[in-house]
């Protein structure tokens, strides 16, 4: 008895979602290793949590492709682009990249109404509300270093901004721990 309750179109579409958050957990790993070669801890750490997040929504993606009964298909990830040239600019990379996996996501809820799958229609939703939060924290991040001088930032500047992400980046570890404790 075939069991798979996914089109060979939406099948094939979270299948590529699945590797394009692959793709944006080693993006963040690529750009935190970068910023802490730089000497930035904490932004590093900050990235270094995002990889890890990235990596959810793909298991997110996996789990929900195998609930349907269709197949997972996982194919190679592409390597990410050469590292960012200023704090600044890693930050525009990622808004970016953050604006691009939004139009895919968008494709897919569309894709999903047009089939009238409204599984999938709903499981998306959830991604539509990530993108959301996900494109305004990368928004935020550039507000702060225009604020502090864009590509023409001080030193002093910089250290702020890495001992505040550091900070931030703990806060979400600890609310992660307190969140699995619970369940």
Request: net charge negative; charged share 25%; hydrophobic share 40%.
């Amino acid at each position: 008895m075939n069991t798979n309750r996914l089109s060979k179109p939406i099948t094939t579409a979270l299948n590529a979602q699945m590797t394009r958050e692959a793709y944006a957990s080693q993006l963040y790993l690529s750009y935190a290793a970068w910023a802490h070669h730089q000497g930035y801890a904490g932004i590093a750490q900050f990235l270094f949590h995002h990889a890890e997040e990235e990596q959810g929504h793909k298991m997110k993606i996996i789990e929900y492709i195998l609930k349907r009964g269709a197949k997972v298909h996982i194919s190679a990830i592409p390597a990410p682009h050469d590292n960012p040239e200023s704090v600044n600019h890693c930050f525009e990379k990622i808004l970016e990249h953050k604006v691009d996996i939004t139009k895919e996501i968008y494709k897919l809820v569309k894709m999903s109404m047009e089939e009238e799958d409204w599984t999938t229609w709903n499981f998306m939703q959830w991604f539509v509300k990530e993108q959301v939060e996900e494109e305004t924290l990368a928004m935020n991040l550039l507000d702060k270093m225009k604020i502090a001088g864009g590509e023409k930032v001080n030193n002093n500047a910089l250290y702020t901004l890495d001992k505040d992400l550091e900070k931030s980046a703990g806060d979400m570890h600890e609310s992660n721990d307190a969140s699995e404790s619970i369940a």
